[in-house]
């Protein structure tokens, strides 16, 4: 399991869910667009604290941000 990938898809696949572009995620998760963009195209590592703002944003429990989907 590559960490990052099943991190980066869970994020892209729960903001999609919510309906949110990924600038309206980005302010809402009190981050710039740009890093969101890289996290999704998997160009970037991430911070714990930043994993957290992400799961808040996503109104997800963290957890589900690093369960690798088996469909």
């Not at 302010?27 to 740009?34: C, I, K, P, Q, S």
């Not at 604290?49 to 808040?56: H, T, Y």
């Amino acid at each position: 399991m590559d960490i990052i990938k099943v991190f980066s898809k869970n994020v892209k696949k729960y903001r999609n869910k919510k309906g949110l572009s990924q600038e309206a995620f980005a302010e809402r998760a009190g981050l710039h667009r740009t890093y969101i963009s890289a996290i999704e195209r998997e160009k970037r590592s991430i911070a714990l604290e930043n994993v957290q703002k992400i799961a808040d944003a996503l109104e997800v429990e963290t957890y589900l941000l690093f369960i690798e989907d088996s469909g």
